[in-house]
């Protein structure tokens, strides 16, 4: 009885392994394909300084409501600077426009990366899945115990 208890319990610790290295596969696909985006939040401080910087763009008039922005994402496209403006009501704003190297060292000076979040993250996950399988070398070297008293 207690041998299947501890056999169950190790087909556990390797399925949430197996989910920790999907998550760990899935979080590097997401990194990469975030890599050089930097993110800068738009709030009361900043949006004067911002807009400023903004009104320097060609494709300033096209910008909808400076007051709604929430965030700015800078990312390289083929040697192009490109904008993502993001608006509170979830509406996003592409801009495009190499004259913007204000805005650009401002936000990557201000701002955060997005795969930063993501390595933390992993590095949390490694340390669990190295725990988990410690864990799980003992339970298995119990069920070898339970399986050598029993010959």
Known sequence: MEREKLVDLESWL???????????IFSFYLMFL?????????????????????KTSEQYEEIENIKDLDKIQFFIAFNDYEFTLFYDDGEEERILDNDLNDLKEYIEDNGYGKSLKYILIDIIVINILVLINKKRKNVRAKIDYIDDGEL
């Open 14 to 24: 390797k399925f949430f392994m197996f989910i920790g290295i999907v998550y760990i």
């Open 34 to 54: 975030g890599l050089g985006k930097t993110i800068v939040f738009v709030n009361d401080k900043n949006r004067e300084e911002i807009e400023n910087m903004l």
